[in-house]
């Protein structure tokens, strides 16, 4: 029998639902946003801090969600920044 890694849909998902089920892993999760400091729009490169910044929330996302986790991107940490941190919410313009 051969077992699949979760996609990456079903890893999100995981992540969604431990957010909305425990105040204390969203209030940890929306800290260390709040400490992620990098601006795509001014550097190319992720500096060395929020980079290790990055993979200290993606091993606690690990341990909330007890599976695999392939682990936020710089650009996917920086979006659910500007969702949970600033509350900017981007809408698509498909009317």
Not at 25 to 32: A, I, P, S, Y
Not at 44 to 59: F, Y
Request: with cysteine; aromatic share 8%.
């Amino acid at each position: 029998m051969t077992l699949h890694a979760p996609s990456e849909r079903d890893q999100l998902g995981a992540l969604y639902e431990v957010l909305l089920l425990s105040q204390s892993c969203f209030e940890e999760f929306k800290l260390l946003l709040c400490l992620y400091r990098f601006d795509l729009d001014r550097a190319n490169d992720e500096p060395p801090e929020a980079a290790a910044l990055r993979r200290r929330l993606n091993n606690r996302i690990r341990g909330w969600i007890d599976g695999d986790f392939d682990g936020l991107t710089a650009t996917q940490t920086i979006r659910w920044r500007e969702i949970i941190v600033d509350e900017l919410v981007h809408a698509s313009d498909g009317a």
